[in-house]
């Protein structure tokens, strides 16, 4: 490992239920707004939990053509445009391929559920609506493969950004956003790449995906208060609110980025994973596991504890959860866990699986930009054993120098990732 | 830099169960794509594929966990604990810390997920049941794995194709350097259920022909698509100084050199030269401090489309030049089908078995070796003193990830003892 070589963020782009774009997603951020509601992409009337965080979304409008759309779910649709977004604002030349060294140009996607949608929506098709085991082929579109393989995704921005370096999706759960841009990180120290475009994306609003949380009841019934169902750290939640979207960021090496006279968000100083070995889905309530994850991205970032301004919670709402994580920044943060701020954008974005690692990421990036921290929207009454300063309802205006973003998923994957304005990092 | 080197395989394929079977049987020469046999095939573009018989996953696996997991996960269960026993290496003996699991994955968990939509679509949201949100997605392979071994270090699930066993160790590779000392890498595929194989056949790359003989023939002058196929392998891929120290029964061999590159072309076309697939060898190649003069020998992709044959051919000759026609290439897969992810780990327990016993086993259902590529290919095993193997896989789409292994020597552990020494 070449520790010489440092990783910053030039470029967000967000496609995220409230809005497309960095800029909306940063308004109903700060402004504190919800936008989970009752669940329009089919009537879930037949569900337990009725509610989601929809993107209103629309590809054509976005930039995409009809054959991208055509060939792609919509978790691919939701990378490409917000990878668009991000390679823009970055400012480099990446769609005529002249703009860097393409063959050191990665793509690290990550996405838990792939495209599930689309292959739901063709099963349905294929199966006469599920009355055969013998599926019909002649009923399959042509790209059908194409969705069977998540891998697309990392083909579609290889193409896009005549990316010629590595590209992979990382399918760790929940914990995808995080690590796909822990990964694209590790490419650039390395040396195995200059420039990342590195995120995540997730459309789970379908009746599987429902119905399989709706079983095991992860997932929140509040569905006669849709916009205030998902609370984190209140005592009254009830599970977490499913959301979909995408986010990418662009990484570079930081003394290229620097020669270019790219504007800088932020450093990414750390990135640390660990699993708990415990349970596909339960959690021990003491946070070991996690809080050994940041203190590995800390660590790795030569940062000590005492100098976090705010922790982006995974914050899903369930009741293990919650307490799982306040449990690990406690451990990790000691004495100082009560000083910092911390709150979860779920609760107004929804949890989108594995993407909304990655849209934390870019809510992070860009609280140390404006250095205001989001807030939690529904925290009325914290849980009793949630007794940090989880910036209830109202945005903050504070200088955020250093930040955590912790997640925590399916299969027992905690990770933790630290993110730094850039003359802070050492 | 750290020296990483493999210690353990877990084999599980249509060629056997257990890198002893497997490599038995690839020697032998012996064709394993047959006729589906799990249902009825006739529908679909193919009828044929690789399938592992006699794998009876109670015997490996806690019945409780079988029912939360997908045929997918139940292989890689099977095949990790097949390499850890290889190597000896029970990681409840160390830090839970300093083991992790890094398992490819293709395409999930297909027919426990196509069941459980067909009770939501027949019977109604009440017949999904528990493990669903577990069981199908990518992560379930490597959760259950690190749950059952009780591994805490950093977990991983790339994806990307056929190219997934190659990157997961070329990951692994990196994990161990970042200081979690033995990483369980590779993986398995399970696509042979109606639905899976429905998907598959959209991509336009299998064969349709029903007799095996006649169908995957890569390299062949008859090349005509691929027969799919289950399983795949399950490495342990360790520090080389802890591996001595802990004194692992063997030493397989080295992680080189690795490298992955895409194409950046089409989706859904192959792509117009072998530029990148060519750049991703030369770039493993030189991370192993090597040149294409070391390399013994080539197991290569053998995607045994012809279109795709040639395009690999071409990358060869961009890479060996004159000396093309005197590199062994070999690509026993096409003995066994193309398991996606799973693939590429087994061309790697291949490749190390091979280098162990100095044999280069044959290209599978080789007939009429297409004399347009030029390639010396390898039509039965052959005899040979194997120091440095260069491994290519390819993801559809356009990845392509190269990988060289190399024998780890006599000297290299003398010099690993006196480091630890001094």
């Known amino acids: 490992m070449n520790s010489s070589r440092r990783v910053v963020v030039t470029g967000v782009g967000v496609v995220a239920p409230g809005g497309v774009g960095k800029q909306a997603f940063w308004n109903l951020l700060t402004e504190g707004r919800t936008a989970t509601r009752r669940i329009s992409h089919f009537d879930p009337a037949r569900f337990r939990s009725q509610i989601a965080a929809e993107a209103d979304f629309d590809p054509l409008a976005s930039g995409l053509t009809p054959q991208e759309i055509y060939r792609n779910d919509r978790f691919i649709q939701f990378a490409m445009v917000a990878a668009d977004e991000a390679v823009a604002d970055s400012g480099l030349d990446l769609r005529s391929g002249t703009g860097v060294d393409h063959n050191r140009l990665a793509i690290s996607v990550g996405s838990a559920v792939g495209a599930t949608m689309r292959l739901e929506d063709e099963y349905v098709n294929v199966s006469n609506h599920g009355r055969d085991w013998l599926v019909d082929p002649a009923y399959g579109s042509k790209f059908l493969y194409n969705s069977l393989i998540p891998s697309s995704a990392a083909t579609e921005l290889a193409v896009r950004f005549h990316a010629h370096g590595p590209a992979s999706v990382m399918s760790t759960g929940c914990t995808s956003g995080i690590d796909a841009v822990g990964y694209g990180t590790q490419l650039i120290q390395d040396g195995d790449a200059d420039v990342v475009i590195a995120g995540a994306s997730d459309a789970p609003i379908s009746p599987i995906s429902v119905a399989c949380f709706d079983t095991i009841r992860a997932t929140s019934a509040r569905n006669d208060d849709p916009e205030h169902a998902s609370r984190p750290f209140d005592a009254t939640r009830d599970g977490f609110v499913m959301g979909e979207g995408g986010a990418v960021m662009v990484l570079e090496e930081y003394t290229s980025a620097r020669a270019r006279g790219a504007h800088i968000y932020c450093e990414i100083g750390g990135f640390a994973n660990r699993c708990n070995a415990f349970h596909m889905t339960g959690l021990r309530p003491d946070g070991v596991e996690m809080s050994a994850a940041i203190d590995a991205a800390l660590g790795q970032a030569k940062i000590d504890p005492t100098a976090v301004d705010y922790v982006n919670a995974h914050g899903s709402g369930t009741k293990q959860n919650d307490r799982h994580e306040t449990a690990a920044v406690k451990r990790s943060l000691g004495a100082h866990a009560y000083d910092i701020s911390m709150s979860s954008i779920k609760s107004m974005v929804g949890h989108s699986l594995g993407a909304i690692g990655s849209i934390e990421l870019v809510a992070c990036s860009l609280a140390i930009e404006h250095g205001v921290v989001p807030p939690t929207a529904n925290l009325e009454n914290r849980d009793a054993e949630c007794d940090l300063d989880y910036v209830p309802k109202i945005a903050r205006e504070m200088p955020v120098d250093v930040v955590v973003s912790v997640g925590s998923g399916f299969g027992g994957f905690q990770s933790a990732i630290v993110l730094a304005k850039s003359e802070v990092a050492a | ?422």
Not at chain 2, 258 to 277: E, F, K, S, V
Not at chain 2, 298 to 313: M, N, R
């Open chain 2, 1 to 422: 830099m750290t020296r990483v080197v493999i210690t353990g395989i877990g084999v599980i394929a249509p060629s056997g169960i257990g890198a002893d079977q497997h490599w038995k049987s690839i020697l032998a020469g012996e064709l394993n794509v047959r006729r589906i046999s799990a249902f009825d095939p006739t529908p679909y573009t193919t009828t044929i594929a690789g399938q592992v018989d006699g794998f009876d996953v109670t015997d490996q696996v806690d019945p409780r966990l079988v029912v939360q997991t997908d045929r997918w996960t139940w292989m890689s269960l099977a095949a990790t604990q097949l390499a850890l026993d290889d190597a000896r290496y029970n990681p409840a003996d160390h830090s839970p810390y300093a083991t992790s699991v890094a398992l490819a994955a293709g395409s999930g968990g297909n027919e426990f997920g196509q069941r459980e939509m067909t009770g939501l679509y027949s019977k109604g949201p009440r017949a999904v049941g528990a493990y669903q949100s577990i069981a199908w997605f990518y992560a379930a392979s490597t959760g259950q794995s690190s749950i059952r071994h009780g591994t805490k270090g950093p977990a991983s699930v790339l994806v990307t194709e056929g190219a997934g066993g190659l990157d997961s160790l070329g990951h692994a590779r990196r994990v161990v350097r970042r200081g979690t000392t033995a990483v369980i890498g590779g993986g398995t595929e399970a696509p042979l259920s109606p639905y899976a194989l429905t998907c598959y056949g959209s991509s336009g790359r299998l064969t349709t022909s029903d007799d095996p003989r006649a169908g995957y023939k890569p390299f062949d002058k008859q090349a005509n698509g691929y027969a799919p196929g289950e399983g795949g392998a399950v490495l342990l891929v360790e520090d080389l100084r802890t591996a001595v120290k802990r004194g692992s029964p063997q030493i397989y061999g080295e992680i080189a050199g690795y490298a992955a590159t895409h194409d950046a072309y089409d989706p859904n076309a192959p792509a117009p030269d072998a530029t990148h697939m060519a750049r991703a060898m030369n770039l493993a190649i030189a991370d192993a401090g090597l040149t294409a003069e070391d390399i013994d020998l080539v197991i290569a992709d053998g995607a045994g489309v012809a279109e795709l044959d040639a395009l690999e051919a071409s990358a060869l000759r961009r890479v060996f030049g004159d000396r093309i026609g005197s590199v062994p290439v070999t690509a026993p897969q096409g003995f066994v089908g193309r398991l996606n992810a799973g693939g590429s780990a087994l061309s790697v327990a291949t490749a190390l078995l091979a280098i162990r016993e100095g044999v280069a086993p044959a290209v599978g259902n080789l007939d009429q070796p297409n004399p347009a590529y030029g390639l010396d290919l390898v039509r039965v095993p052959r005899e040979l003193d194997l120091d440095v193997v260069l491994i290519n896989a390819r993801g559809f789409g356009g990845f392509n990830s190269s990988m060289v292994l190399r024998k780890v020597t006599a000297a290299d552990l003398e010099d690993v003892a006196e480091e630890a020494i001094s």
